[in-house]
């Protein structure tokens, strides 16, 4: 069969052999009248992505998809016919009591022995994938300054230090204007502390602070959170440069100021080199968005492969986005590794339900256009195809929001976020990532500054479309070239090289977006 001829043919796919819908694998859909697999003709048109039933199915009836519910028919469906949003209605989400607590065990996996990067070695142990100067801010309003002072550094300094691989200022919109000392407000301060301690920053700590903001300096970095580097730290704290004092006469010596700050750190950054580390250094956050009915079929599945094969080399992953994973809480609580976990599983999903409910937050709302677009008909749907990506290993800690891993907490981590992409992302920093993956069926532009981010396709059509953006194609599982497990090992591969310096692609284009703080406190 040639490629044209195989592109041609109605391909369905059925992820468990009691599903009573597939979704459909074709580019652009398949239009009604078409016979697929079994002698089933279409009645409508169904697009890319999207689900048709594969019998019929009375009102009221369970839509089984990964042989669970993902809705209940809202009106009879004919076999043949496409089943969308609009006819399902929702499936309750599980309550937090009675769930299976560390009921089921991981079985045992040889360890994967061999497998290494070329890392920086910070003092504290922790390694880097990138060498970088991050400059911290205590509030928005020094972030344009600091843009500006990190746009001269970039053009005047970092030529004369060839192993920095950039400058980082760590602009958010915190700061002032919260309520600092309300419940919740710990959340967004520790988040930025500890974002300023990532591995990639090298344990250089620059701070630079307006002055009369809430969050002052010694706040953010008490004494004792950060490594001390010289003596003149020692006595007076972090580096910081504080644009209220009163030296400073005219914005430009701000800037100089801020400048030369940035010159000893950047000499001792350029001192260090790669080196050699096991694959257990690795930190590695997994998150989805933009998704689509494949991300549950293709790249999902392969980071969750990958995930294994970390966790087996002895590293850490960590999976997130709260609302993505609530309604599947039962497979969390049951694989957790102690019923200490699960019972800390129960105790972060539950905060956020209570969360949510103080905003009068449907969970539905989660689901976004793009995300029905692409076939997921609803959160349930969605969550299925989101919790995979942990893979199959024992869920070994719980990390709440804002909270860093210690060196202790290796294997696989559940670190309690938003889904929100960019919170997810910032939150993820916070608790030490080293190397980023981002799969997307929808396609996003989305990038860190502050570490790497393999972006992973789930459908061909995006990857060949956004050639120059996605780093991997996973698509080709449903075109059936390549099987998961092959995917996941050419993604973990990926991750080494990535790890040891190879650029993905948006780091090649400066793809960078801003820090996002969780702050659930009250702003004033």
């Known amino acids: ?13 059925r992820m468990h052999s009691l599903d009573n819908v597939a979704i459909v694998v074709n580019d652009g859909g398949l239009p009604a009248g078409t016979t697929i697999d079994g002698g089933l003709v279409l009645r409508d048109k169904v697009p890319q992505g999207h689900k048709v039933a594969l019998q019929d199915l009375a009102q009221g009836h369970a839509v089984i998809r990964y042989n669970v519910p993902v809705g209940y028919a809202r009106q009879a469906i004919a076999a043949g016919s496409w089943v969308h949003e609009r006819l399902l209605d929702i499936p309750p989400a599980r309550e937090l009591q009675g769930l299976p607590m560390a009921s089921v065990k991981a079985l045992p996996q040889d360890r994967l022995e061999g497998y290494t990067f070329e890392g920086y070695v910070n003092a504290n142990g922790a390694v880097g994938t990138r060498n970088l100067l991050g400059i911290t801010t205590t509030v928005q309003c020094v972030a344009g300054v600091v843009k500006i002072a990190v746009e001269r550094i970039e053009r005047e300094l970092l030529p004369l230090f060839p192993n920095v691989d950039g400058v980082v200022g760590l602009e958010h919109t915190y700061g002032c204007g919260v309520a600092i000392d309300a419940p919740g407000a710990e959340i967004p301060i520790r988040t930025l502390r500890h974002i300023s301690l990532n591995p990639n920053f090298g344990g ?42 009163d030296a400073h006469v005219g914005f430009m010596s701000m800037i100089e100021h801020i400048v030369q700050s940035a010159r000893p750190h950047l000499e001792r950054l350029n001192a260090r080199q790669r080196q050699t580390v096991p ?33 087996r080399a002895g590293g850490t992953v960590m999976f997130s986005e709260n609302t993505e994973v609530r309604d599947a809480v039962e497979q969390l609580t049951s694989r957790a590794a102690t019923p200490e976990v699960a019972e800390a599983i129960v105790r972060e999903l539950g905060w956020y339900d209570r969360y949510l409910e103080r905003g009068r937050v449907d969970r539905s709302a989660n689901t976004t256009p793009g995300n029905k677009a692409g ?35 290796k294997g696989l981590v559940f670190a309690a976020t938003p889904a929100s992409d960019f919170i997810c992302g910032t939150l993820q920093l916070a608790a030490g990532m080293n ?40 698509g080709r599982i449903a ?38 703080l969780f702050n659930p406190a009250p702003i004033t």
Request: net charge negative.
């Open 435 to 474: 190397l980023h993956v981002f799969t997307t069926g929808r396609g996003t532009p989305y990038g860190l500054a502050e570490c790497p981010v393999i972006k992973v396709a789930t459908r061909s059509d995006l990857a060949h479309r956004w050639h120059d953006l996605m780093d991997m194609n996973a």
């Open 375 to 409: 076939g997921l008909s609803n959160i349930a749907e969605k969550a299925m195809g989101s919790i995979i990506k942990s893979g199959t290993s024992a869920i070994a800690h719980v990390l709440p929001p804002g909270e860093k891993l210690r060196p202790d907490q």
């Open 204 to 245: 250089e700590v620059m701070v630079v602070s307006l002055g009369c903001e809430k969050l002052q300096p010694d706040r953010l970095l008490p004494p004792g959170s950060f490594p001390i580097q010289d003596a003149r730290e020692k006595d007076q704290g972090p580096d910081l440069v504080c644009l209220q004092d």
């Open 479 to 516: 075109d059936g070239e390549i099987s998961i497990e092959e995917a996941g090992w050419e993604l973990f591969r990926m991750l080494l090289d990535v790890a040891s310096g190879r650029q993905t692609w948006a780091e090649r284009w400066k793809l960078h977006n801003a820090l996002v």
């Open 1 to 13: 069969m040639t490629e044209a001829t195989a592109a041609l043919k109605p391909r369905v796919l």
């Open 279 to 311: 694959a257990s250094e690795l930190v590695v956050g997994v998150q989805c968005g933009g998704s689509d009915a494949f991300s549950g079929v293709t790249a999902n599945p392969a980071v969750g492969f990958m995930a294994d094969l970390i966790v």
